[in-house]
């Protein structure tokens, strides 16, 4: 066992009485607590059924970087909506999505938050303002500037929050979405949640920068901040203040947020302890676990007991369980449910949907 | 009748269409101040302002993927590719997050959103200006494509296009713009052409000429000369939208002249003629007496030189040599 006193956490400010976190009841900053914990035991369970060949295609999972969507997702209004890369089981659970629907998009079955037709990759829930879920890196950076460009056109007092990893950064529409999001002063904050691996290469093997990633705002006039991912009171402080401008003042944001991952890229990632140290993954986990460090947290605040915390874990456990019971027992989509989705116009019967041929199979 | 050019019977769509509803907002590339690249948004920038006409910087894959945005959350976005060409750097917008947001989410999300602008050869301007990708878009389902020929359909289809709760892709013509037509009255009311419904531009009844776009125009020309020259009576269908497609009508034309030369502006390879013709050899080859023919651009990259660009497009010429090569 390490001394957790050995190596002290990155954090070097006190957050908690920042005004957003200072109005918290115990009970929001439990709640947050909860969540952390359903998600990372959503994760721990669901790579258990990937293993067990229970669905297909990829799984990338969040342990590690729950207090990033965790502490942005709380700051959301009913104006404010929310976009995300692949790696987006978090931000789904924090926007409220039950576990059953999330458990059985993975499994592929038709009780499935996209029926089955999205995958890990892609959950969506419009109806909690949470936009997916996308699968090509840094594809969803325009996709947000047009959530924040919708708000303000409708005169709505709203804000978008588009998350990417850090290796999106080096994608071209990311430049052109921040030149965008600058030049139309559209109100979004950028959140790169920097894990320090675009899969497999490391932060310094893949960017080029002077002192850090969202420095790059400087060339678009744009406003910037670094954040300390493990603190959760860190992370609600510094979005809060980048949503208020953007709500406010309609200027955009850039925030990193400095965060780890525990596994590989995605579980089919066989590299995960190739291209890191296990102490480097060890020293994350003993200092730097951003639930831990929350939970002690809370004990010191005298919030919560262990014992308290204990029992959340377990009632998330149980939880997972039960979704994975409700996804193993859903039916998978039909051939039929093959041709659905497709066009608004056919799915509502419309006559437009039945004008011409939309489908060629025969 | 009156007559309006093609680019101004699309404005007038895109006018009507900014008054119809609020939400529909015009976005691109010199659409609004400098009144467009080919003047088919010119003077709707003084009319409406700079909330509802936008000129965006050149930025293809931003500013298409923002109007895919804004309409999943009920913007109408209606915007100009200055050349369909530049598809190329939008690639990923236009067709995952377009083409398949709506799927992936299961059907939770619409994204009712136009993308216009000219699709065609013709210019002089070389092989990375003069692509027409509507056989490359109309391959991805939850996409639609329209290639208006005339000013009354590039109206009509901008007009229900821009009505539509899914993502259509019009392709226009710098060679179209130009060119007069008759076109209903604004006093007779809305005037729309519904997605998906083909059109007769000239009876006949010895062979089927099936084009869209531009090609519709080289049609009508080869069938007077076949007419005219030939005593050989054509019958030339505009499809006006390939996807939705009107293959009944298509069938139809074949069924009445058991003969079809396919003309297109696209390559041959997986060209909109690549698809009729299967469609063709399913639904109709007991009605045929020959075999499918058709008349492509010459298979290259398009060529700059203007001494020669036009031999590798669909013309008169070629067409009514393809149809006395089957007499």
């Known amino acids: ?362 | 009748m009156r007559e309006l050019l093609y680019r101004h019977a699309l404005r007038e769509a895109l006018d009507e269409e900014l008054a119809h509803d609020e939400n529909v907002v015009l976005l691109g590339e010199e659409v609004a101040e400098y009144n467009g690249a080919y003047k088919v948004t010119e003077g709707l920038w003084d009319k409406w302002g700079s909330k509802r006409v936008v000129d965006t910087p050149i930025s293809e894959a931003g500013f298409i993927g923002m109007g895919v945005g804004a309409s999943m959350l009920g913007v109408r976005p209606v915007m100009e590719l200055m050349f369909w060409s530049f598809h190329s750097v939008a690639f990923d917008q236009l067709v995952n997050n377009a083409g398949c947001v709506r799927y992936m989410a299961g059907g939770k999300i619409n994204v009712p959103i136009v993308v216009r602008g000219p699709a065609n050869g013709g210019t002089n301007v070389g092989a990375t200006h003069s692509h027409c990708p509507e056989g490359l878009f109309a391959a991805f389902p939850g996409l639609k494509v329209c290639a208006p020929a005339t000013p009354a359909d590039a109206k009509g289809l901008m007009k229900s296009a821009i009505r539509d709760n899914d993502p259509v892709f019009i392709m226009e013509n710098t060679k179209l713009y130009g060119n007069l037509g008759e076109v209903p009255d604004v006093g007779e009311g809305d005037f729309l052409i519904p997605l998906g419904k083909a059109d007769v531009k000239r009876k006949g009844s010895d062979i089927s000429l099936i084009a869209h776009g531009r090609s519709v125009l080289h049609c009508l020309e080869a069938a007077d000369t076949l007419h005219e020259d030939h005593n050989i009576s054509a019958e030339v269908l505009d499809l006006r939208s390939i996807r939705p497609l009107d293959l009944e009508a298509i069938i139809n034309s074949v069924v009445k002249t058991n003969r079809a030369v396919l003309v297109d502006e696209s390559k041959p390879f997986n060209g909109v003629s690549s698809q009729i013709a299967a469609l063709i050899q399913e639904h109709a080859f007991d009605h045929l007496d020959a075999p499918v023919k058709r008349v492509c651009s010459l298979d290259a990259p398009a060529i700059y030189s203007h001494h020669i660009e036009d031999e590798q497009l669909p013309n008169a010429r070629r067409v009514v040599d393809q149809v006395l090569s089957m007499a």
């Not at chain 1, 089955?116 to 969803?140: E, L």
């Not at chain 1, 291209?275 to 460090?293: F, G, N, V, W």
């Open chain 1, 1 to 362: 066992m390490q001394d957790p006193s050995a190596e002290p956490p990155f954090a070097a400010m006190d957050f908690s009485s920042s005004p957003v976190n200072r109005s918290l009841s115990p009970q929001d900053k439990i709640d947050f607590y909860r969540t952390m914990v359903r998600i990372r035991r959503f994760e721990h369970l669901a790579l258990g059924q990937y293993q067990k060949d229970k669905m297909g295609g990829f799984l990338h999972l969040y342990i590690g970087q729950e207090s990033v969507a965790v502490g942005a997702v709380s700051l959301m209004g009913e104006n404010d909506h929310v976009i995300t890369a692949y790696r987006d089981h978090g931000h789904a659970l924090a926007v409220g999505m039950s576990m059953d629907e999330c458990m059985a998009e993975l499994f592929g079955k038709v009780t499935g938050c996209s029926k089955g037709k999205g995958g890990s990759m892609h959950f969506f829930a419009p109806d909690k303002n949470f936009w997916g879920g996308h699968g090509i890196v840094a594809g969803q950076t325009p996709l947000g500037l047009g959530l924040g460009y919708a708000l303000k056109y409708q005169g709505l007092p709203g804000c978008a929050l588009c998350f990417l990893g850090d290796g999106a950064i080096n994608q071209g529409v990311f430049h052109e979405s921040l030149n965008l999001a600058a030049l139309f002063e559209i109100p979004i904050v950028y959140i790169i949640e920097n894990n320090g691996y675009s899969m497999g290469t490391s932060q310094t093997r893949s960017s080029a920068y002077r002192d850090c990633l969202a420095q790059r705002a400087e060339a678009y006039n744009m406003a910037w901040d670094l954040v300390n991912g493990e603190d959760l009171y860190e992370v609600r402080a510094k979005t809060h203040i980048a949503m208020e401008r953007a709500r406010k003042e309609h200027r955009p944001s850039l925030l990193e947020i400095q965060t780890y991952r525990y596994y590989g890229h995605s579980v089919a990632d066989a590299n995960a302890d190739k291209y890191r140290t296990p102490d480097e993954i060890e020293r994350y986990k003993t200092y730097h676990d951003p639930i831990r460090l929350w939970e002690r947290r809370l004990i010191d605040e005298g919030h919560l007991t262990a014992e308290e915390a204990k029992a959340m874990e377990k009632e998330a456990t149980k939880e997972t369980a039960k979704a994975i019971k409700f996804a193993e027992g859903s039916p998978a989509p039909t051939v039929d449910d093959i041709l659905h989705d497709v066009y608004w116009e056919v799915d509502e019967d419309t006559e437009a949907g039945n004008t011409g041929r939309h489908f060629f199979n025969d």
